[in-house]
């Protein structure tokens, strides 16, 4: 990790110019459902300011399960993945984070220990704020805490989502609904499609879908034998996504129409 801004003792030129990238990366445009996407351009502006710049490698741990929280991260460009490690050995993934997204926040609301593993997909940038520095930041900006308050709401929702699919819907229909979720919100468009260059294994996949690896590979093959994907090399590539998507919705006559059958339902 490489922190590329100065101390407390910058100079006035320096501040400047710290000034005009937190109102340069104030003008973005953000993901809707996160922190940066649903705070008022005053707020916003105002958060990119706080804390120090930080350039993450790729496969770099952010926070580490267990460790006590200190700061929060806030993530401006790349991608991040939030995992745990169960006491059976076998690490899960949660969930992904990008541009916009802050991560720690839990770990600072309750003043306890981070509950899970956070960990570069690819290179970052970031600004790390202090607990304390952030705390102060929501006192004076109280509609920044509605901006929060919606972003932990979002993701509780997906939670419950997920644990609903979880029991109701066949395992092929999770992993395509997984996929899609990617593929639209993080995929690379290329001329064969959506490019799931996120870094992630196959394993990791079959995690968030909440499948076996066994299953997740079956799929996988029957996603391309209907030329929903293509795999290249150890990369996932969506061919056609408004597909994909219908296969991940059971919103239809016919949910067994893409080979889907009983034995398929199992969890795993």
Not at 107 to 126: F, W
């Amino acid at each position: 990790m490489a922190a590329l801004e100065g101390s407390n003792g910058s100079s006035r030129g320096q501040v400047h110019a710290r000034h005009d990238e937190g109102a340069e990366l104030n003008q973005q445009s953000w993901p809707a459902d996160t922190l940066l996407g649903r705070m008022s351009t005053r707020s916003r502006e105002a958060l990119l300011e706080l804390g120090t710049a930080v350039a993450y490698e790729a496969q770099h741990q952010v926070f580490r399960q267990g460790e006590e929280s200190h700061h929060v991260v806030l993530l401006l460009d790349g991608l991040m993945k939030v995992f745990v490690h169960t006491e059976f050995g076998r690490p899960v993934l949660l969930a992904l984070r990008g541009r916009g997204d802050l991560l720690g926040e839990i770990s600072m609301l309750e003043r306890l220990p981070h509950s899970a593993n956070v960990m570069t997909c690819k290179p970052a940038q970031a600004r790390l704020i202090k607990n304390l520095q952030l705390c102060d930041f929501f006192d004076r900006h109280s509609d920044a805490w509605a901006a929060l308050a919606g972003t932990l709401g979002t993701r509780l929702h997906k939670a419950d989502v997920g644990r609903t699919e979880f029991v109701a819907c066949p395992a092929p229909v999770r992993v395509g609904r997984i996929i899609a979720e990617i593929a639209g919100a993080y995929g690379i468009r290329t001329a064969e499609g959506l490019d799931l260059d996120v870094a992630l294994t196959q394993t990791e996949l079959a995690s968030l879908a909440g499948v076996s690896l066994a299953t997740f590979e079956k799929t996988l093959r029957l996603l391309q034998q209907f030329g929903l994907v293509q795999r290249k090399s150890r990369r996932i590539v969506v061919a056609d996504l408004p597909r994909l998507r219908r296969f991940g919705v059971l919103e239809r006559e016919n949910p067994y129409q893409y080979g889907i059958v009983d034995a398929d339902v199992a969890q795993s």
